[in-house]
């Protein structure tokens, strides 16, 4: 089947739990899709930009978009049940397990929030935030590790927001290098390193670390 939003606005990011289909466009909407029958459950209206993250665990969707604000949604529904107001340009990337939310923003700032209640718990920030857009995040049950276009990874509390430390510093940080992505564990981090304009050349940095 063919699920589709106006021909004309690209489909940035799609999430499936193997139930049904979310996607997200350029179109600032985000559609709830049967992928049985190719029908449109249910049209997400709200943003008033582009949509280009979603985070779907089969009862909320997520959706973060270039209007700056984050949306929760009741997938069953399509009732939207909160808008999370506080970064200052597009969501880049989000992850969701059960009602905390981590949000990293091309304004530099990672975001936890409690979805349940739509409070922003802990802006992770300060003179050791980042310096340039997140480019990528992933948490654990204590640990958040977010990357960055300014080529650094770094190491958060998550229950605290409080910095612990820079897992991964480029030296070319600053002049083109960037950690594109992060995927981590308890105490291993696999970085995709690279450049804009070949200053870094790409890789990935496997670590094992200790949290102090």
Not at 21 to 36: I, M, N, Q, R, T
Not at 74 to 84: D, N, P, S, V
Not at 136 to 152: A, H, I, W
Request: hydrophobic share 35%; proline share 1%; aromatic share 8%.
């Amino acid at each position: 089947y063919i699920c589709s939003h106006a021909s004309y606005f690209p489909v940035y990011s799609v999430k499936y739990d193997g139930k049904v289909v979310v996607s997200g466009a350029y179109d600032f909407l985000v559609k709830v899709w049967s992928p049985e029958d190719g029908v449109c459950l249910h049209t997400l209206q709200g943003h008033t930009n582009r949509v280009y993250s979603l985070q779907f665990d089969g009862i909320h969707i997520v959706s973060g978009s270039l209007d700056t604000s984050i949306r929760v949604w009741k997938a069953e529904t399509g009732q939207c049940l909160h808008t999370l107001t506080g970064h200052q340009s597009l969501t880049s990337g989000m992850e969701l397990k059960g009602n905390i939310l981590v949000s990293g923003n091309a304004d530099s700032t990672v975001k936890v929030w409690d979805i349940s209640t739509g409070r922003c718990v802990h802006t992770l920030q300060g003179e050791n935030k980042h310096q340039s857009a997140v480019t990528s995040l992933q948490f654990t049950k204590d640990f958040v590790v977010t990357s960055s276009d300014d080529g650094t990874v770094k190491l958060w509390d998550l229950k605290n927001g409080e910095f612990i430390r820079n897992l991964v510093s480029l030296d070319s940080g600053g002049s083109g290098g960037v950690v594109w992505r992060v995927k981590c564990s308890d105490r291993k981090v696999v970085c995709a390193v690279g450049s804009r304009n070949g200053i870094e050349d790409t890789k990935l940095i496997v670590l094992d670390y200790d949290v102090y």
